[in-house]
């Protein structure tokens, strides 16, 4: 359960801008992106996203939580069930890591160089949230970009948590210190999919997501639509 923030502290927090105001917002989510790319190591990257997520309140990762519930709410309960669980783990658990090691001092520390990709990862975040059919939700979308972006080149984690199931009974994985992921070379196509950036790699053995052998356009979309719906969560 996130601890509640008392009014003391919402009073003191800064303001964050009218996610409303698309226009402001949009210019606002690119200069954002644009200091995350000025970033050189974990800390710096880890100390900027944390200026811009402990901005949100509980409330947001609630609200992305039953966002993200109303749209699986058609597939198996098991299987929701699951998969609701893992989603919500990594948010709600993203969220107070950013904020405790912020609190700590433990992102000055972090010294280690940041990998060239993070920089074309928040280029692509730049483009996929602020188009101009992005919504009211465009915040809750941002923030799903900042909680990932800090898992994968913060945590060095992926953004699916460990456990989280795919269709085909395979999930992501940790063994002996190494992220296996069951689609982590399948989801390519997926638009502003995370998975080129993932620090998983793809679990070798079978029984994982496999698109179609020789698929119809059909078969391929569907591949593509269950990943996107499913496993690619936009607020």
């Not at 919402?10 to 970033?39: E, G, L, M, S, Y």
């Not at 200026?51 to 699986?72: T, V, W």
């Not at 070798?204 to 269950?226: S, V």
């Amino acid at each position: 359960m996130i601890p509640a923030v008392s009014p003391a502290s919402q009073k003191n927090r800064p303001q964050r801008p009218d996610w409303h105001a698309n226009p402001a917002v949009f210019a606002k989510i690119r200069d954002d992106c644009d200091t995350f790319c000025a970033t050189r190591t974990r800390g710096q990257l880890g100390l900027a996203i944390a200026k811009i997520a402990l901005l949100f309140s509980p409330n947001d990762i609630q609200q992305m939580k039953r966002n993200f519930g109303y749209k699986i709410r058609d597939i198996t309960p098991e299987y929701r069930n699951r998969l609701e669980k893992k989603v919500a783990e990594h948010l709600l658990g993203t969220w107070q890591t950013i904020r405790l090691l912020n609190q700590q001092g433990t992102l000055a520390t972090m010294t280690e160089p940041l990998p060239p990709l993070a920089q074309d990862y928040w280029r692509m975040v730049a483009e996929h949230c602020t188009h101009s059919d992005a919504g009211e939700n465009v915040h809750l979308r941002f923030l799903k970009f900042l909680l990932a972006g800090f898992s994968m080149f913060v945590q060095k984690v992926p953004a699916h948590a460990v456990g989280t199931p795919f269709p085909g009974g395979d999930s992501v994985k940790l063994v002996e210190g190494v992220y296996y992921c069951p689609v982590r070379e399948k989801a390519n196509d997926v638009d502003a999919a995370l998975c080129p950036f993932c620090p998983a790699f793809q679990t070798p053995a079978i029984g994982y997501l496999r698109p179609p052998t020789n698929p119809t356009e059909h078969q391929k979309q569907e591949f593509i639509r269950n990943l996107h719906d499913f496993h690619n969560f936009n607020g």
